[in-house]
């Protein structure tokens, strides 16, 4: 079988969430000897310093012209090509002009789909006249058309069926997690990376634009931080337009010393942070099953999440804890967290047994698997 998954970017830096299931997914599926999986994609932020992060004969990359739009170049016949190679394809995400030249050959060529947006469906942030435009044009003909929608979160199958969407089209297949990602256990690394020595410290990894809320956790940490001086807060991801104004609400609150905004960390760096932090914690305004709490769960570490993360599960199985998008009632479990660091070792164990017995890539590329097994037709 011969799956093409379609993504704008592979880059690991920017490409967040979306960049690692996909990823990860094609890396799963290549496992099986039944299968040649590859991705359609842009060269936007790979370079010498941030390689391709799967082999390169699993990509087909094309150039990008523009990075803040993701425009891809118009090289229809390579384009063409990998499409009619394909015997099913999978669109990542849902705002990009790429899944959208897919969708038209695909529909062309008579080729089946899914569609997956990994949280991308629900129009938030800039841009909302421009994606009510795409949508009008051609991104609600891409759901509607779909043979069949994956769902990350229970929630995301709630939208599909605004959108209309009957439900024996609508898969619930959530994302996994690798733990050989995850054996580097030295926290020192991170430490010494960080500048943080022994203070114990509470992690946020993810960009840091408003959809992530990582405003709503450092006014949280605001109120806590007295009660806990020898607590320090670490910011791991890169800029998304909310990194001057949280540096400004750090210098106005004297908290320079003890709150730090290091960039993009990734690898061995990653898996000490998530090894040596107290708590994770997952701020978002919206979220389709954060990857970042599955990753800190492997690793042990317990985490506090969103009530929009869609990850409920992990709160009901012990191993995190869920709070409103509110800055008091998140400043308000942090308290009540850190003032049982028994428990929140316990936690963290229950997260790890939790997120090891149900959540994997192989799981979830046979659930892929099956799925594109029953929309292929019987003579491919």
């Known amino acids: 079988m011969k799956i093409l998954h379609v993504n704008m970017s592979l880059d690991p830096v920017s490409g967040g969430g979306t960049t690692e299931r996909t990823t990860k997914l094609n890396l799963a599926l290549n496992e099986f000897r039944e299968v040649e999986a590859r991705i359609l994609t842009t060269d936007a932020g790979l370079d010498g310093s941030n390689p391709l992060t799967i082999p390169p004969d699993q990509a087909v990359i094309l150039p990008c012209w523009n990075r803040r739009w993701y425009l891809p170049a118009p090289y229809f016949i390579k384009i063409y090509r990998i499409i009619a190679w394909a015997d099913i394809i999978h669109l990542m995400n849902h705002w990009t002009l790429l899944n959208a030249w897919v969708y038209w050959m695909a529909r062309w060529l008579k080729k089946p789909y899914v569609v997956c947006p990994a949280g991308a469906l629900k129009i938030y942030g800039r841009s909302s006249v421009l994606k009510r435009f795409y949508n009008f044009v051609v991104g609600r003909s891409i759901i509607k058309n779909a043979d069949a929608l994956i769902a990350i979160t229970e929630d995301e199958a709630a939208l599909f069926r605004q959108e209309k969407v009957p439900d024996h089209k609508i898969v619930h297949i959530p994302n996994g997690v690798w733990e050989k990602d995850f054996t580097c256990k030295n926290e020192n690394l991170f430490r010494e990376h960080s500048k ?61 010393n003890r709150v730090h905004l290091i960039g993009f960390a990734g690898g061995d760096l990653k898996s000490s942070a998530y090894h040596g932090a107290e708590l994770l914690v997952v701020p978002s305004r ?50 009540d967290l850190l003032s049982n660091r028994t428990e929140l070792t316990a936690m963290g164990s229950r997260a790890k047994n939790y997120i090891a017995e149900n959540f994997s890539w192989s799981i979830a590329a046979r659930n892929h698997l099956n799925l594109y097994k029953k929309i292929i037709p019987a003579e491919i």
Not at 245 to 253: A, C, D, P, Y
Not at 298 to 321: K, N
């Open 196 to 256: 943080l020595g022994k203070a114990p410290f509470l992690l946020y990894l993810g960009r840091l634009n408003s959809i992530k809320g990582p405003d709503i956790l450092l006014k949280a940490f605001c109120q806590v931080a007295d009660k806990f001086p020898e607590l320090h807060l670490v910011f791991v991801g890169p800029d998304g337009g909310m990194q001057e104004e949280l540096k400004t609400l750090i210098k106005q609150e004297g908290l320079s």
């Open 286 to 335: 919206h979220e389709a099953m954060s990857i970042v709490a599955l990753e800190a769960g492997i690793c042990g570490t317990p985490v506090l999440l969103s009530d929009q993360c869609g990850f409920d599960a992990l709160a009901e199985a012990g191993g995190g804890r869920i709070t409103p998008v509110d800055i008091d009632a998140m400043a308000a479990s942090l308290d």
